[in-house]
């Protein structure tokens, strides 16, 4: 199979197939078993570019770490103040100039289908690191590679997801991802932070979803529990933030009800949505995950990178 | 058109007459099509007019323009009754009815404030039509289903 992601934009996971997603998830394998010269020779000489228009650790610093795993290095701009955004530059001339330095670009934006718009825009491929609440992708592709790893399959198991489903974007770009397998979805969030139903038109038929406000009932069916923050910045209304926060708390009593083997995991960062006692149970799984963001990023970019890499 | 009608607006020698357009929608029409009198050419418009099958209708008439399909079609999601009369020498030479393009560009704003087409940069929206019988629409950038009703101009 050729290799579906070179030179390509990463722009929704809803662009990709499920054999795209295996051809990457099988590149990431391998190259976790590669040895550090090897892999150092896969971004040898390129520059990844960078733009966060909102805060970051993981993506940004897991991008960072991949591509200099790859014997690349990496530019770019994670405060705006100390660039020309500041003084009104728009996205667009933004773009076309990190594109003049750079071999591929991340972006976080604020604004949904802000990656798609750069996409248009730039000659090197563009990865969506965050578009507003739309999505994540790289995120949901970590997400699934960590479900693969921890459960050893994705097929057949029951993934409840839980929390700020309304303005999460790595649920909608998990969601998306999820529609190419056969999983039974529980969607557990509060009334006012149900899923947006215009964001999965496209993909509902290929999903098999149960809503529920209480998380109790699903523990006992639950294979992974993938934990959200509710997301302040995002709520018009601060009123409203504090109503919901800390619906759904993960504890240790929680995990008594729920499966024996239940994975945890959460795209961080957490606030008090699991307890931090949780961190020390077989089921946290959620700092393997952000581990998994590094090597699997780093796959993604030796095959955005080169035609035929050597993986 | 009715007598009625006729009496109203002149007949055309040359050009488009759009009938049969949803009452009270003709300034929409007119800016869809991006027509803005400033062409020179007569433009007629007609609101409200006294219709036997839908009660009330809008006409516009375009003198000295052929309106393409591409360009009429655009108007399916404003006034899919309207018809579309092509003039020349004062006869009938072409009729048609709209038919719903696949997508359209730069006429609606995505409902979606939070979406990159309402950013303020330079940017021209598109609005894919994904399910011609029920009339469901996405936006090309932010993704979102849009039903009809939601379309802003």
Not at chain 1, 135 to 156: C, V
Not at chain 2, 3 to 30: C, M, N, P, W, Y
């Amino acid at each position: 199979m050729p290799n579906p992601f070179y030179d390509r934009d990463i722009v929704s996971i809803k662009d990709f197939t499920k054999s795209d997603l295996e051809y990457v998830f099988s590149a990431t394998d391998r190259i976790r078993a590669m040895k550090p010269s090897q892999r150092g020779e896969l971004g040898k000489g390129r520059t990844l570019g960078y733009i966060f228009y909102e805060p970051s650790t993981r993506t940004r610093m897991s991008f960072e770490a991949a591509i200099a795993s790859l014997g690349g290095s990496s530019i770019g701009i994670s405060e705006l103040k100390s660039s020309s955004v500041e003084k009104g530059e728009s996205l667009a001339d933004t773009i076309r100039v990190i594109d003049l330095y750079s071999d591929v670009i991340v972006l976080r934006h604020p604004m949904d289908g802000s990656s798609r718009f750069a996409a248009e825009l730039s000659e090197n491929p563009i990865i969506n690191a965050g578009s507003g609440s739309e999505e994540h992708p790289t995120q949901a592709l970590l997400d699934l590679y960590t479900i693969l790893k921890e459960k050893g399959r994705i097929d057949g198991l029951s993934i409840a997801i839980v929390g700020d489903l309304k303005y999460g974007r790595t649920v909608y770009s998990l969601l998306y991802g999820l529609a190419n397998y056969k999983v039974d979805i529980h969607l557990v969030s509060p009334p006012s932070l149900a899923v947006r139903k215009e964001s999965i038109y496209d993909v509902q038929g290929r999903l098999k979803i149960t809503e529920h406000n209480e998380l109790d009932g699903v523990l006992q069916k639950a294979d992974v529990l993938y934990v959200t923050r509710i997301q302040r910045e995002r709520f018009p209304d601060l009123q409203e933030y504090e109503k919901v926060r800390g619906s759904y708390t993960i504890d240790n009593a929680t995990l008594q009800k729920a499966k024996k083997d239940v994975s945890v995991m959460h795209p961080l960062p957490r606030l008090d949505e699991i307890s931090h006692s949780v961190d020390a149970t077989k089921n946290a799984v959620y700092f393997r995950q952000a581990a998994n963001g590094k090597e699997l990023r780093a796959a993604l970019l030796a095959l955005m990178l080169n035609e035929s890499p050597a993986l | 058109m009715s007598e009625a009608s006729q009496l109203l607006v002149r007949r055309i020698k040359d050009g488009t007459v759009i009938d049969h357009i949803e009452a009270g929608k003709a300034l929409f029409v007119l800016r869809a099509l991006a027509i803005t009198g400033r062409e020179g050419t007569v433009i007629t418009v007609a609101l409200n007019v006294p219709s036997s099958k839908h009660g009330k209708k809008d006409i516009i008439k375009v003198e000295n323009r052929y309106l393409e399909t591409s360009e009429t079609n655009k108007l399916a999601l404003i006034a899919p009754r309207a018809t579309i009369n092509i003039i020349k020498d004062y006869k009938l030479v072409e009729k048609r009815k709209i038919q719903l393009p696949d997508s359209i560009a730069g006429i609606f704003k995505c409902p979606n404030l939070k979406c990159i087409t309402n950013s303020g940069e330079d940017i021209k929206s598109v609005i894919d039509v994904i399910d011609k019988e029920k009339m469901v629409l996405k936006c090309r950038y932010c993704a979102r289903a849009i039903s009809v009703d939601e379309l802003v101009f």
